[in-house]
């Protein structure tokens, strides 16, 4: 299996594709802007005490409050608070957190009133990014998370990834952290880290120690509150971090300096695949010329097809997602319809499992499989199903079918599920219902064009438009971008985009800058 990675950066937004065999299972698109991440570090102030849910509400600097549960605060929160207190105490020295005094565990069963107060600050963590109606969900047992090791401030334990099953090497791997770990600090050693040498290790909890450190000096030096201390990597590294393995062929940007940035990455953690990191420079959109657009546009939305005429339909409630398998027009098999019912299920396991995946689906997931009336097929389908899903990095639990046909999986969701719309709304008439003659669209590219070149005066840049009307304007001996170019100059370049609309069109400049040459009367 190969496997690659392809990020599109553009001015707003980041997007990133894992493919496996050329066939897309991952998916991640955020807006550039977006500061909340999973793993973001906060001083933040307690808005609200709510002993009824033996919960607080925290002000994190979001529209929607941050929720922080009594059992989120940990055993060594005591510890949090007392040292908080000393760092903010002296803004020239920062108290060394070698000395920091720990105190005894939280206890259990304690009340939230009588911990925290209205306006105290707290060191939080984000474990969970807003979703939906709700707030961020917080943690105050920080963690910095790096390949091979996740490093815990107050904690003195040394644990080891239960998926390493040799007891030799678990026992290698604890007593090595413990002779490189620092004081008052907890390591999680992390599957990957399975035979990596001491000198590998200590570099990242070295790395990962100055993360914790730069976090306590912004928490010393600025006084503005809520405050970002520590941010988590880009969502490219993210990323990553998480998903890189020896078997990448490829990882293609479109964006110098994300480019940069990987490539850094990857030479830390593997120096030897270096190479594999490629600037992508052509002409066509990334994710077009990789064949990631006309996925994206086939694999989202309620209906989705994967083999025969068979396919999902895929409803999110607020509670719970809901699939539901339908055969559609497939052709009945000649061993009958138990053999028919086999076949369209077990396809049906192997798309949902990729469809878990790529939009990232949490929470409870139903699905009704179509009824099978044999005991050994209806484990053949909860067995597909749970090897479908050992390639998944979230947590996850799968229940056998019910007898009703149902079978339920809980996935751990920790943002919120990927919604592309694949439906277009039409760009003349956003929806109105009317639209200008389409005959006299290229009339109104020129119009565009000659505005741009003669009275903004960009002489050099790229039109973006859907394929069919690229091959429209391409058409000829004298084609239509022959005569733009002869009229307005060789800087005239016409791309084929497959994720525009039929009549939507996009300038950018020279630089790859979006241009926005809409006017007033098709913007209202």
């Not at 190969?2 to 001015?11: C, K």
């Not at 520590?230 to 490829?250: C, H, I, K, Q, S």
């Not at 741009?452 to 091959?471: E, M, Q, R, S, W």
Request: charged share 30%; proline share 3%.
């Amino acid at each position: 299996m190969t496997s690659e990675v392809v990020i599109d950066v553009q001015q707003k937004e980041i997007s990133i594709a894992l493919l496996e065999d050329k066939k897309l299972v991952e998916y991640q698109n955020e807006p550039r802007e977006v500061s909340f991440s999973v793993g973001n570090v906060y001083v933040a102030k307690v808005k609200k005490l709510m002993p009824g849910l033996n919960a607080s509400f925290v002000d994190v600097g979001f529209e929607r409050d941050a929720f922080l549960h009594y059992l989120d605060l940990g055993s060594q929160f005591d510890s949090y608070a007392k040292y908080l207190k000393q760092v903010q105490s002296d803004r020239k020295k920062l108290y060394p957190f070698a000395k920091a005094s720990r105190l005894p565990d939280l206890k259990k069963d304690g009340s939230v009133q009588n911990t925290l107060s209205v306006g105290q600050e707290v060191l939080v963590q984000i474990v969970k990014e807003p979703i939906s109606t709700k707030g961020p969900r917080l943690t105050c047992e920080l963690s910095f998370a790096g390949r091979y090791l996740i490093l815990i401030p107050f904690n003195d334990k040394v644990s080891v990834s239960s998926k390493i099953k040799s007891g030799e090497e678990r026992a290698r791997l604890k007593q090595l952290i413990h002779s490189i770990k620092p004081k008052n600090c907890g390591v999680i050693v992390r599957t990957v880290a399975e035979g990596k040498r001491v000198a590998e290790l200590d570099a990242e909890l070295k790395t990962l120690t100055a993360c914790w450190e730069n976090a306590l000096e912004k928490v010393q030096k600025t006084q503005k509150r809520p405050q970002l201390v520590f941010e988590e990597t880009g969502r490219a590294v993210a990323l990553l971090r998480d998903l890189f393995n020896p078997t990448y062929e490829n990882i293609y940007v479109n964006d110098e300096d994300v480019f940069k940035e990987v490539k850094h990455y990857v030479s830390m953690i593997a120096p030897d695949k270096v190479n594999i990191v490629k600037l992508y420079d052509g002409k066509v959109p990334i994710f077009d010329n990789f064949n990631i657009t006309k996925q994206i546009k086939s694999s989202f939305g309620k209906a989705v097809n994967y083999k025969h005429g068979a396919y999902l339909i895929i409803e999110h409630t607020e509670a719970l997602h809901v699939v539901d398998v339908n055969s559609g027009n497939r052709i009945r098999s000649e061993k009958g319809q138990e053999a028919n019912a086999l076949d369209v299920n077990l396809g049906a396991a192997d798309e949902l499992a990729r469809q878990l995946r790529l939009r990232d689906m949490g929470g409870i997931i139903v699905v009704d499989f179509i009824d099978m009336n044999l005991a050994e097929d209806r484990q053949m389908l909860y067995e597909r199903m749970c090897k479908n899903m050992q390639s998944d990095r979230a947590r996850h639990n799968i229940l056998p079918l019910s007898k009703f046909g149902l079978m339920q999986i809980t996935r751990q969701r920790v943002r919120p599920a990927m919604d592309v719309s694949v439906e277009e709304t039409c760009p003349t008439c956003f929806g109105k219902g009317k639209i200008k003659s389409s005959i006299l669209f290229t009339d109104q590219l020129e119009r565009k064009i000659d505005r741009l070149v003669n009275k903004i005066g960009i002489k050099k840049f790229y039109l973006h438009v859907h394929p069919y009307v690229a091959a429209y304007i391409d058409r000829g001996l004298f084609s239509l971008r022959r005569k733009w170019q002869l009229k307005y100059g060789l800087g005239v370049h016409i791309v084929s985009s497959q994720k525009l609309a039929f009549l939507q069109y996009e300038f950018y400049d020279r630089e790859k800058q979006f241009i926005d040459m809409k006017e007033e009367i098709e913007t209202k």
